[in-house]
């Protein structure tokens, strides 16, 4: 088989291992979150919305905010 080809190969086993582990990570995520769901720590709304606030958050705006929850729960 040629180089190109090889490497093709590789990579389409590469990616079916990302796939893989993707699908791991969802199912192990989705597990935890119905476990706090049914141990009552938060309700399905409450992860819903919690969810929608961060995906319209930025990255540096959720770094900002954890740091100021972290501030104030060090002055209590």
């Known amino acids: 088989m040629s180089r190109d080809v090889m490497n093709m ?3 389409a086993g590469q990616l079916a291992d990302l ?3 993707d699908y791991k990570n969802t199912l192990a995520i989705a597990t935890l ?3 706090l769901i049914e141990k009552g720590l938060f309700t399905r ?3 819903a919305q919690k969810a929608q606030e961060m ?3 930025s ?4 770094i900002i905010k954890r740091r ?3 501030r104030t729960q060090r002055q209590t």
């Not at 990255?59 to 959720?62: F, G, S, Y």
């Open 55 to 57: 995906e319209s958050a």
């Open 59 to 62: 990255l540096a705006e959720i």
């Open 9 to 11: 190969l590789d990579i």
């Open 19 to 21: 796939k893989d582990v």
């Open 45 to 47: 709304q409450e992860f």
């Open 68 to 70: 100021s929850e972290m």
């Open 33 to 35: 979150i119905e476990l």
